[in-house]
């Protein structure tokens, strides 16, 4: 059997003092094998000029300062029927026979197919995200608190906000970009122009100020006003520097050996071999 790399790297070629660690890792699917491996590596990022304060929400899963938005994919709301399907296949099957095992493979590969989908995404919208900036920052949400609304926490959870903002910190930390932490409160209330406080419920889409006059998407008008606060707490900081969130502790520049230490010891989903 010959093991191949997602680079196409022949495993068996490769120096052996450089593999510290091999790894099974069973999955609904099957086996894989997981080397970790010492090597190089080298990443210049290319200066765009831009800096960008993002808003994460569900009915767009991130707004801009821009005024750019990402899809959310609610990657689990489209599955939910092909779940019900196969978790009703199951409860009719016999238990301990062979039928209730092949029916529950099928249901544990139709989750995993989703946790990989959410995990893709999020890997590609932060790596996007970072690669065409020089500064991002972001609100310091606390989705342990968040999910306990009752109404909104399958959505929540669906968005997968905590692994895209551990990606974003990490592509932060290998391309040397700042990512900033923000104190989330009244980003959403505050006018962008002004700074005139307007009350809005959370079905209140469009921030309208009676101060200025402006009327602006509110997530977009929360992502400006997540840059700014960014450039008050943090500063403006150059590419490369190391720049502090809102409390005053080290952004993931600051942090680079840490995030990769953490993204190649925490249980990621390894690389097909």
Same mark, same amino acid.
């Given at each position: 059997?010959?093991?191949? !790399?997602?680079?196409?790297?022949?495993?068996?070629?490769?120096?052996?003092?450089?593999?510290?660690?091999?790894?099974?890792?069973?999955?609904?699917?099957?086996?894989?094998?997981?080397?970790?491996?010492?090597?190089?590596?080298?990443?210049?990022? @290319?200066? /765009? !000029?831009?800096?960008?304060?993002?808003?994460?929400?569900?009915?767009?899963?991130? =707004?801009?300062?821009?005024?750019?938005?990402?899809?959310?994919?609610?990657?689990?709301?489209?599955?939910?029927?092909?779940?019900?399907?196969?978790?009703?296949?199951?409860?009719?099957?016999?238990?301990?026979s062979a039928n209730r095992k092949k029916a529950r493979k099928q249901l544990a590969k139709a989750y995993l197919k989703?946790?990989?989908?959410?995990?893709?995404?999020?890997?590609?919208?932060?790596? =996007?995200?970072? =690669?065409?900036?020089?500064?991002?920052?972001?609100?310091?949400?606390? /989705?342990? +608190?968040? @999910?306990?609304?009752?109404?909104l926490a399958k959505s929540i959870s669906d968005a997968s906000w905590g692994r895209f903002l551990f990606w974003l910190?990490?592509?932060?930390?290998?391309?040397?970009?700042?990512?900033?932490?923000?104190?989330?409160?009244? /980003?959403?209330?505050?006018?962008?122009?002004?700074? =005139?406080?307007?009350?809005?419920?959370?079905?209140?889409? $469009?921030?309208?100020?009676?101060?200025?006059?402006?009327?602006?998407?509110?997530?977009? +008008?929360?992502?400006? +006003?997540?840059?700014?606060?960014a450039y008050r707490t943090g500063g403006q900081s150059e590419t490369g520097g190391q720049p502090q969130n809102a409390?005053?502790?080290? $952004?993931? /520049?600051?942090?680079?050996?840490?995030?990769?230490?953490?993204?190649?010891?925490?249980?990621?989903?390894?690389?097909?071999?």
């Amino acid at each position: 059997m010959r093991l191949v !790399g997602n680079k196409g790297q022949r495993i068996e070629e490769f120096p052996i003092k450089q593999i510290k660690r091999v790894r099974l890792i069973k999955r609904a699917d099957g086996y894989y094998v997981q080397f970790a491996v010492q090597a190089e590596r080298y990443i210049e990022h @290319v200066p /765009t !000029g831009k800096h960008a304060g993002i808003d994460m929400g569900l009915k767009e899963f991130l =707004t801009d300062s821009d005024g750019n938005t990402v899809a959310n994919p609610h990657h689990l709301r489209k599955a939910e029927k092909k779940f019900k399907r196969l978790h009703r296949r199951l409860s009719r099957k016999q238990k301990k026979s062979a039928n209730r095992k092949k029916a529950r493979k099928q249901l544990a590969k139709a989750y995993l197919k989703v946790q990989r989908q959410r995990e893709d995404f999020a890997r590609k919208t932060a790596s =996007t995200l970072i =690669t065409s900036h020089d500064l991002i920052a972001y609100e310091h949400l606390k /989705t342990a +608190n968040l @999910v306990k609304n009752r109404k909104l926490a399958k959505s929540i959870s669906d968005a997968s906000w905590g692994r895209f903002l551990f990606w974003l910190n990490y592509y932060g930390a290998i391309y040397a970009i700042p990512v900033i932490a923000i104190e989330p409160a009244f /980003t959403s209330q505050d006018c962008s122009a002004c700074g =005139t406080r307007i009350k809005k419920s959370l079905s209140v889409r $469009t921030h309208i100020c009676s101060g200025c006059g402006l009327v602006l998407d509110r997530d977009h +008008n929360a992502a400006i +006003n997540i840059l700014e606060k960014a450039y008050r707490t943090g500063g403006q900081s150059e590419t490369g520097g190391q720049p502090q969130n809102a409390w005053g502790e080290a $952004t993931s /520049t600051a942090l680079s050996a840490m995030a990769v230490r953490q993204a190649t010891s925490w249980n990621q989903e390894p690389p097909v071999l």
